[in-house]
């Protein structure tokens, strides 16, 4: 039996035992500042998995829930995304707009809070949280996002703080980093507004401080607590960069997107004189990675140089997003996300990957690349599983 063979063999018995493990499981209180100085430090020897918006395949995206599943589920960083509420709250939530992901829709109380506004060049109708308190925000529910996935926590979880989700990675049992977003700057900065003159990235970075997130990427008080910044938005990068050295990531998008800051186009943020003035500020890049692989008619075509400019610039790359459904792997993989890991760690080179499904990209490399010393431990794993399905065919 080869690995993904095996692998795929667990992976239905480590789901159930991770439902099993989850349910029931209060939502996380505000940070409880345990001091576990033994727990287990941050692997660095393989590229990151970064559980984006938290293990959001399996439970609605930036619930507590979804980011404890993810750090049982193996992530070396929890993501999320950083917006405001009307009385200057910093949550967790992806859309400027409630629409999608909320039950506001059902909240006669709200009718009369839709608006519409432009969102980076675009108009968008609906109910923003700029709008909002973060009491009212709280009496909304969260719901999956995709209608191929399990739909059956829908309504049952609350939007979280940023101090909340602060708060599961301190409390988890090793250390796991945190990966915020700098979301939406320019649209925060225009409709809310803090009573003592700050802006939204000062707030961002206070609060970060509050709790100890600092030092330069690799430092020992960046080890003791691992952060990544990232945004999409260069200016906020280089504000911020007088605020705290912590390392921080430039996102990019699609090769059709201006930055919704300076309006610059994508050939000229991934030019090598970019990069070269982008790298005093950042330590890598977060691609879309279709940009760095484009795909034509779901098939993958030939690499761009991206990933090799970037690293020819010391800077990381961790691409987004990967998903194990077959809606979103392109065909070269025949359905399996194993390969897909397989492709982008040993042929593309990455850093680090932003995945929907954290147990798998850390089955994946628990088996490939183990922990030093482990090795043993795994092919005797191996041995015993193979025996195991063995006595099941010989019976």
Known sequence: MNVYTTIAFLVPLLVVLLVHGCDGRPLYPLPSHLKDTNRRLLQTFRPYNVAHRGSNGELPEETSPAYMRAIEEGADFIETDILATKDGALICFHDVCLNDVTDVAKHKEFANRKRTYEVQGENITGWFTVDFTLEELKTLRLKQRYKFRDQSYNGKFPIITFEEFISIALDAPRVVGIYPEMKNPVFINQHVKWADGKKYEDKFVELLQKYGFKGEYLSEDWIKQPIFIQSFAPTSLVYISNLTNSPKIFLIDDVTIPTQDTNQSYWEITSDDYFDFIKDYVVGIGPWKDTIVPPEHNHLTTMTDLV??????????????????????????????????????????????????????????????????????????????????ASFKNG
């Open 308 to 389: 090799a400019k970037a690293h020819a610039h010391n800077l990381q790359v961790h691409p987004y997003t990967f998903r194990d459904e077959h809606e979103f792997l392109h065909t070269d993989f025949h359905q399996d996300p194993y390969a897909e890991y397989n492709y982008w760690i040993n042929e593309v080179g990455v850093d680090g990957l932003f995945t929907d499904f954290t147990g798998s990209l850390h089955n994946y490399q628990e088996w490939t690349s183990p922990p030093k010393g482990d090795e043993k431990n795994v092919s005797d794993l191996i041995n015993k599983i193979e025996a195991l399905i």
